[in-house]
């Protein structure tokens, strides 16, 4: 069964560089792609082309959807932060300067629409037509960004901690969440109420919302590149492991609980997680180039795609979860079909 799913319901491409990041826009019609030499790789899922734009000169180093129906954004290390429509047409929001554009970030729902990026010590916030709302200062160089609380807060990962701002608040300072050491990259529970950190230590660390009490997840072989919670926020999802590590986050968990462990077997570290945007199921890649699909509650893995391709670098699931897509470190992307009907193979 390995590969069988690519092979039979995949589009693919090769393209020779890094991919640095992937997304589906808000429709889920389109498909994006971010390599380390610059490019943007669009294909509407539903067409039978690769659209490549020539959009940052060097690594493209952040890439979300936009908070437009359409159209995604982009962070690079020229210190632009850009727009991309479905068209390939490029809009720029903010220059930098040398400043690395390392995290992107959007937010929709109802009559809410923020964008966001980070840029060293600083993240800008943005309404949906691009204009400036305001800057957050942290004490060093943000590594992760999140917007949740239906808008309403917006987190960030830096040395030392965590830190939560109100969107609408005037306030200069955040609520801090501390815990020392180096935090490389944030999840937020969907009701927010967690806030989630990997560590450069091989370590997740947590705050229980809105109080800030301590969880601390240890235990990896690697460092966790990837992490997210479940729809629901019952699991968190992470990487870093030669297993899927999902942590209970109900029932008093995840202290003093032990964390459900999925789809090992073969030794490979996993690279990526993506939690499905509508059931408990989660995706996840690893350094073989093996991608796989588990089913939380059945605890059930679905082969998607076997070894050999380089390291998954990038996973994403479209808007209403009936398409993963994947890319890797050698330059290979693929779009897999779960619908009922089959897309063949481009």
């Not at 806030?195 to 966790?224: F, I």
């Not at 209403?320 to 330059?331: A, M, N």
């Not at 779960?338 to 481009?346: D, I, M, Q, V």
């Amino acid at each position: 069964m390995s590969g069988i799913l690519l092979e039979q319901r995949g589009l693919t491409g090769e393209f020779g560089a890094f991919i640095t990041g992937a997304g589906f826009d808000r429709e889920g019609r389109q498909i994006a792609f971010a390599t380390g030499d610059g490019r943007i790789i669009l294909r509407a899922v539903e067409g039978d082309e690769w659209q490549v734009v020539e959009l940052h000169d060097g690594a493209v180093l952040a890439l979300a959807p936009d908070a437009a129906r359409q159209g995604f954004l982009t962070g690079g290390d020229d210190g632009a932060f850009r727009r991309i429509a479905s068209d390939g047409e490029v809009t720029d929001i903010a220059d930098f300067g040398m400043k690395w554009v390392e995290n992107v970030a959007s937010f929709a729902h109802r009559k809410t629409s923020l964008i966001a990026c980070s840029a060293g010590k600083r993240v800008t916030l943005y309404d949906g037509a691009g204009g400036m709302i305001r800057d957050f200062t942290h004490p060093s160089t943000v590594t992760g960004i999140a917007l949740g609380g239906k808008g309403k807060r917006i987190a960030a990962s830096h040395y030392n901690g965590a830190s939560v701002w109100f969107t609408s608040s005037k306030a200069e300072k955040p609520q801090g969440l501390e815990w020392k050491g180096s935090h490389t990259g944030i999840a937020v529970h969907p009701d927010f109420a967690a806030v989630v950190t990997a560590m450069q230590e091989n370590a997740l660390h947590g705050w229980k919302m809105p109080d800030g009490q301590h969880m601390r997840m240890s235990g990896y072989p690697a460092k966790c590149e990837s992490l997210g919670f479940t729809r629901s926020g019952r699991w968190l999802a992470s990487a870093g492991a030669d297993t899927i590590v999902l942590w209970p986050f109900f029932g008093g968990g995840p202290m003093g609980k032990p964390p459900l462990e999925l789809a090992g077997g073969n030794g490979a570290i996993v690279k990526r997680v993506a939690c499905h945007p509508q059931h408990e199921v989660v995706a996840a890649g690893f350094a073989d180039g093996e991608v796989v699909v588990a089913d939380i509650a059945r605890e059930r893995i679905l082969p998607v795609a076997e070894p050999g391709r380089g390291a998954i670098s990038a996973l994403c699931w479209s808007p209403d979860g009936g398409r993963l897509g994947f890319g890797t470190e050698t330059g290979f992307i693929a779009i897999v079909d779960f619908s009922e009907k089959n897309t063949g193979k481009g």
